[in-house]
Structures are given as C-alpha cells and as structure tokens.
C-alpha cells in the first residue's frame, strides 16, 4: 500500500472498471445481450487488452489521490533500471506477455506508462474512442489496431517505442547516483534474485528471505566477511516481514483454507533458526507483523469489520490488546530497546504517520503526510523504515529522543527494509537483476545521517510531467458516520435470504452446451436448442440447463448444480435422452 486508505484505493481502481465495462456495453454488444443476457455484455471485454483495462484503472488511482499509485518511485523502478533494454528488442511481445525466464514488469507498469503517455500526447483519452468503436464494430475482432489507425493514425508498437523513448530520455536527465551502501553477499547472481527482509543474527551472519526463479522462498544465512551464503529452510508465501530474537526467527505466512477456496488467513510461524524446522503457531491465524520483545511477544491482528488490533502476549498472564480508531491501517510494527515501548506505521485520512502505543491507544509522533512508509524496525532509541520523501525509496531513521527524522541512505534505484545492526544498517538495494542484501555504515556521532524537513507531499523527481484530471481526489474525502446515516434512505439494507435465491438466472444461449465443461475443462460441445445459465450473488451456486437436438442422438436434456456454500463441494448432474449407457449394479 502507498499513503492512502486501501478502501479508497479499491473505489478508486475498481469503479474505473465499472466505467470501462460500460463504455464497451453499447452498440452491437449491447445488443448482444440482448441474445445472450449478462454474458454478451462480456464479450466487449475482449475487445480491450488487458495492458490496457488495467493500465486505465491505475491511472485513475493515480489522478484520484494527492501521490498515488503510479507516482510511487517503486512503479517505475524496475524500468528504471532496465533502461535502454526495454527497446533493445524488436519483438515487444515479451513486455507485453510476460516471462518465465527474465523480469518484465507486469501489465499493470506497462499499461499505465502507455495510457498515460498517450493522453498528454494527444490531450485526450484516446481509449475512449477506441472502445467507442470496438463495441459498434466487435466482428472487426482487432479492434483496438484499428482505430488507432483510424483515428490518431498510430498503432501500440509505435506508442509503445514512443513512450519509453521519452521516459528513458527523461530518466538519463536525471543526476546519477550510485548506491552509498556495499554489498554483502559474495554469492554471483546470475538471473534475477530478490533478497528480502535482513537481520542481523549476531557479528558474522545475516539471516535473510531469499528467492529466485527457480526455488521457493527459503530463509538464507549470509556470512558478513566472506559473503557465503547456507539455506536454513524454505517458506511458504510470506505475507508480513520477519522478526528476530533469542535464536527464534518469527514470521508470518498466507494460508489458504483447505475447505473453503476464497478463505485466506496470516497465519504465525517461528522457527528456531539453529533447528531449521519451521513450526505453525496454533490458533493464531490472523497475525500480522510479528515482533518479540523480552518476555513477550506482539502482533497486529486484522478484525473482519476493518478495525486492527495489536495484541501483546506475554507467558503466564492475560492478553493486551489495543485497538485503533475506525478507517485507520497498521502497516507496521516494531519493539524499541531503550524507550521500552511498541511503535507503528498507521494510515488513514490524512496520509501516513508513526504513532506510538500506550494504554490509551496509539500516540502520534510525526504528522500525517503523503509520503509512503513501510518496513518499520526499532533499535536504540530509533525507528528504521523506508520511504519516499526524498522522491526515491531510501532508508531513514526517526529519533526518537531528538524527535528528528533523517535520510541513512543514497541508491540508484532504491533501498529498502532497514534493520539496525551493530555499527550499521542492513537493508536491500535494488539493480537490473533483483534486490540484494547491502549495509550502509553509520558513524557513531550519526554524522552521515541527512537531516529530512517535514513535508506533506514527498519530492516528485522520477515521474515525467502527464496531463492532469479534472477528477476529485479522494484524500480530501472524509467519509463521516452522518454520510452513512444519510445515504442509509436511499440505499435500504435488507436481508439476503440464501435458499430463495440460490437461483438467479442471468444468461441465455441460442445453443445448447455445457458451461461447466467449457470453463473447466475446454470442452465446448453445442447442439441446436438452448442453454440457461443461473449464479447466485454469493457465488456459492451455480446451475445450468440445456435442451439440445441432434440428428444421430435425438433430444438431449442436461441440468448441472454445483454448490460451494459449505466447504464440500456438492455436485448434481442429470440427463435425459440421447445415446446413454447404463451398467447393473453387479
């Protein structure tokens, strides 16, 4: 997340879906669901290409906030450092589709950088036109070739080498920087690697997440004079970074439920790092941010009606736990040595800040400001963290008894996830070829350290000037309990009730088919006749009926059921007609 509520961030990205799925629902693909129901109307999503649905979306995340997604330093990075080699190739497909063997940055880098480049260009957002004609003429099939042609004389390969000819011409502009931190890690590196989260574990190892193409995440050690590196063990999909203390690593990880699919919990983990056996915390299946302290251990919980709670555990006495004001985020949590208190990174309305924890809840330290902060750690008497004030991701520090906040490091690209050290700081920095494990000395009168002046809105530096919006934007939005009671005539909540409305047919075919085969399993087999389609609003039903007709089975009569709503899946199909077999019992 970046510094705005991640409520605002969804409204803002995904009603720009909405909006996209309108514009195309018109013309002959409004009329297609005329024919076909709800599904002909998604036939017109197949006229955009994905780069673009999505690209369209984070541009409009972006012009909806004061410093928002796409301005992030860390969007663009990946492109940064490639630089020249994004249009070293003459098949653009790979930046396109993607890669299994090299970093490409995904659809949603690549579409953004495209949208938006072409909408200062032409000082106009040209996809609407382009969708404009894809719905009125669908069976042109390439439709979004056709009228860039048509109407701004263009094509995406041009676009394409167009906008990044003028970002990497306005990146090689910028002053060069080289990263003020040394690298530890001796190990070559020879396809794109990412280390994450480094901890010191005593003077002469490094503990660290590592992964690559071709290993799942795995816990490394990293020794600090000769750079060697021992696997300790490998990790599932780990969802908040890594704590360490008295030879017991903590962590978290994504567990996904064994009955229900859509069910995803953060469930705690520790290993004793000597053992190498990672072990489950049971019970403890909400846990973010993982951070012990002496005698005791605390996490962050996230509560299902949006709330977070952090929650401090100590042996043989009850629970504490903290709550925090409604709309607010915790993005981070870390334990200080010398002050003796809890610390966090907190989001809400008016951007992020970091907050201290008492028996009266969450205390302010710094104020709110646009400017994204991530990877909280403490350690005498300071808050180590990452962010972007001074337009890059670098690593800074907040003193806690001075009540000042400094720069620790200067990257090419960026560093992140500072953690103290003995003498120092150990962090990640990024290159072409991934994130590695560096330490940037601090001397011991922090004389190295650059002094940050508090600021609302960080230092925009690598983002190329683009057309602006004339949109709101959703940080000066505060959405207050009056709102809610006054929209709450308007939008009347009732009850769903599941069993009548385990049927809610919303699709017709003129053919008959199996739509259970056909997304499942590829298997589209039609006959003449009629197929109707039914998905409940929870999506823990579907049903589909069908008559068909032909000449060598006769009429064919299907009905299919599935239902999810109870961790086993039941599954009811019947036929009637056509050449069936039928065998005795015995």
């Known amino acids: 997340s970046y510094s705005m509520p991640w409520y605002k961030q969804l409204v803002a990205h995904e009603y720009r879906h909405a909006v996209q799925y309108n514009n195309l629902n018109r013309g002959v693909i409004k009329g297609l669901s005329y024919v076909l129901g709800q599904q002909g109307s998604t036939v ?19 012009q909806m906030s004061s410093f928002g997604r796409a301005l992030q330093p860390s969007f663009t990075m990946e492109s940064r450092a490639l630089g020249d080699a994004v249009r070293s190739r003459r098949n653009i497909d790979r930046w396109f589709c993607g890669s299994y063997r090299t970093n490409v940055p995904d659809h949603y880098h690549l579409g953004y950088q495209i949208a938006a480049y072409a909408d200062t260009r032409y000082r106009e957002n040209i996809w609407d036109k382009v969708a404009w004609y894809g719905a009125r003429n669908p069976y ?13 004389r263009t094509d995406v390969g041009t676009l394409f080498a167009e906008t990044f000819d003028g970002l990497n011409y306005y ?28 901890l010191a ?47 017991r690593v903590w962590w978290t990880e994504y567990r996904r439920s064994t009955l229900f699919e859509q069910r995803v919990n953060s469930q705690l983990c520790y290993m004793d790092l000597e053992r190498g056996t990672a072990r489950t915390f049971v019970g403890r299946r909400n846990a973010l941010y993982p951070t012990p302290a002496p005698g005791e251990l605390a996490w962050v919980e996230y509560n299902p009606d949006g709330t977070y709670t952090v929650v401090v555990q100590r042996d043989g006495q009850p629970e504490r736990r903290f709550g925090t004001p409604r709309h607010t985020e915790i993005h981070g949590l870390a334990w200080d040595d010398v002050t003796l208190a809890y610390y966090v990174i907190v989001t809400d309305d008016a951007g992020m800040w970091l907050g201290r924890i008492d028996d009266e809840g969450v205390f302010p330290l710094t104020e709110g400001a646009y400017i994204t902060l991530s990877n909280l750690r403490a350690g005498g008497g300071k808050l180590y963290y990452g962010s972007i004030a001074s337009g890059r991701d670098e690593a800074h520090c907040y003193d806690l008894m001075a009540r000042r906040e400094y720069r620790i490091t200067t990257s090419a690209y960026g560093s992140f996830a500072p953690a103290p050290a003995d003498g ?5 920095t990024y290159d072409r070829l991934g994130y590695r494990v560096a330490e940037q000395r601090v001397a011991a009168d922090d004389s190295l350290l650059i002094p940050v002046t508090p600021s609302r809105l960080p230092v925009n530096l690598v983002n190329p000037p683009r ?57 589209i087999d039609l006959n003449v006749g009629l197929t109707l389609i039914s998905q409940n609003l929870l999506s823990s039903a579907e049903a589909y009926a069908s008559y068909g007709w032909n000449r060598h089975e006769g009429s064919l009569v299907n009905l ?13 199909d019947a036929s009637y007609g056509g050449n069936q077999l039928f065998y005795s019992l015995a």
């Not at 197949?46 to 979306?57: C, K, N, S, Y």
């Not at 047919?505 to 298997?523: G, I, T």
């Open 44 to 62: 017109g999503l197949l006229l955009l290409p994905i780069w673009l649905i999505e690209g369209d979306a984070v541009q409009m995340e972006t």
């Open 140 to 152: 042109m099939i390439f439709t979004t070739s056709i009228a860039l042609k048509k109407f701004y």
């Open 171 to 198: 990146w090689n502009a910028l002053p060069a920087r080289r990263n003020s931190s040394r690298y530890l890690s001796a190990e070559p590196v020879e396809s794109y690697t990412t280390y994450a989260f480094p």
């Open 201 to 247: 574990v005593d003077a002469q190892r490094v503990l660290a997440l590592k992964t690559d193409y071709d290993r799942p995440t795995r816990f490394v050690t990293i020794d600090t004079e000769s750079g060697r590196e021992r696997a300790v063990a490998y990790t599932g999909s780990v969802s908040t970074r890594p704590a360490y203390a008295d030879g």
């Open 424 to 428: 120092g700081v150990l962090l990640t």
């Open 467 to 523: 057309k602006r919006w004339d949109v709101v934007n959703l940080d000066t939005v505060r959405y207050t309990r009056a709102d809610s009671v006054g929209q709450s005539g308007e939008f009347r909540a009732k009850r769903y009730r599941k069993v009548p409305n385990l049927v809610n047919a919303h699709s017709w075919m003129p053919v008959a088919f199996n739509p259970f085969a056909a997304v499942d399993e590829h298997v």
């Open 560 to 572: 299919g059921v599935r239902y999810f709503g109870l961790g086993v899946r039941f599954d009811l």
